[in-house]
């Protein structure tokens, strides 16, 4: 950020009692982002819920029609719905929308959308619309979700290898179905623990102790309508720069941390130090010799993607095996407030 006084910013987020809410929350004070204020922001049913932000109490605010009036950002990360209803509102207010819930890149009212990768720039710049980066008015960026940012950035690593294809086998966390999961899977694993009835109200299946492929018919998510959701955002932010890979999920029973392995398969043998050099390069964090490889357990709390060593296939001569995880939470923080800080950093590089 270029030397100068500091401008200081007000914040605004939405859904602020979400688990990803609080992991944004604490990214934006991590980072030392320059926010003024951070206004905590939910529906009514949270309101006056004490929070704390910047190091000072506070309480979560009902949205309202000023809840944005002199916010510069407003971050949605709680339903699609607060995000649909709300955002025009807040850029009316001035305030730069920068959605995570995904619910703004197909709304037929909506500005153009701008998703972005800020890690990936360099090779996936961000897509343009109307009101492009630089605009006076202010603008509505997406930042995408944790396993588009996983699949965008292995299809962009493998780019320059002529990879004839690629597969991406992730395996969600219940987090990922917020808080209600997480108190899902605790209840089940006690209760099976117990030999008691587990409960199932989120995924209407057993996921304690369990792999799924799909979820009950009574739950409200549909894992397979998961799984094209991130291959639709995947195949919309890679935007043909980058080959597409095929995209599958199985709900592990794990409360945090986004695990994936991917296979790849190029035209001739390519040298593993020579793809591990190209993701390195793209902020993945890669095992060093004689680590061990990354587990949910070890990538919590880190912002980057972790990648165990690129091991080859020992029946195809030109297939790789990557073994990652992330923290779902904190990936997906860090890229919504890494979109700000470069959205500051170019207003304070335009000349008065």
């Known amino acids: 950020m270029p030397s100068g006084p500091r401008a200081f910013h007000r914040v605004a987020i939405v859904g602020a009692s979400s688990l990803l809410g609080k992991e944004l929350k604490q990214v934006l004070e991590d980072r030392n982002f320059p926010a003024s204020e951070i206004v905590l922001l939910d529906e009514s049913v949270m309101a006056g819920t004490l929070a704390e932000a910047g190091g000072e109490a ?28 709300n955002w025009p509102v807040a850029q009316r207010s001035g305030a730069t929308v920068i959605d995570m819930t995904g619910a703004l890149a197909g709304a037929p009212n909506a500005t153009p959308v701008k998703s972005w990768i800020p890690s990936l720039a360099a090779m996936l710049p961000p897509l343009t619309g109307a009101a492009g980066n630089g605009s006076a008015a202010p603008g509505v960026y997406e930042s995408p979700s944790a396993p588009v940012i996983i699949a965008c950035t292995l299809a962009a690593g493998l780019k320059a290898f002529a990879t004839q294809r690629v597969s991406v086998l992730l395996f ?14 605790e209840s089940q694993t006690a209760s099976l623990l117990s030999f008691r009835e587990i409960a199932r109200p989120v995924f209407d299946a057993q996921v304690a102790f369990n792999l799924l492929t799909r979820y009950g018919e009574g739950s409200t998510t549909n894992l397979r309508d998961v799984r094209d959701g991130i291959a639709r955002d995947v195949a919309r932010n890679l935007a043909g720069r980058a ?50 490889p990354p587990t949910n357990v070890s990538a919590a709390g880190e912002t980057e993607i972790q990648l165990a060593r690129i091991e080859p296939d020992p029946n195809i001569a030109s297939g790789i095996w990557i073994w990652g995880v992330a923290d779902n939470l904190r990936l997906a923080a860090t890229n919504a407030v890494r979109i700000a800080e470069e959205l500051v950093a170019r207003s304070a590089a335009q000349p008065n």
């Open 172 to 185: 969600p966390p219940v987090s990922e179905r917020g808080q209600a999961g997480i108190e899902e899977l």
């Open 243 to 292: 080959p597409a890979p095929a995209i599958q999920l199985v709900q592990a029973p794990v409360f945090y941390g986004y695990a994936f392995a991917a296979y790849a398969e190029t035209a001739s043998a390519v040298a593993a130090a020579d793809i591990e050099e190209a993701l390195a390069k793209l902020g993945v964090k890669i095992a060093g010799p004689g680590d061990l």
């Open 58 to 85: 506070t309480f979560i605010r009902a949205l309202e029609d000023d809840s944005f009036e002199g916010a510069e950002f407003a971050f949605f990360v709680g339903s699609a719905s607060d995000a649909e209803r």
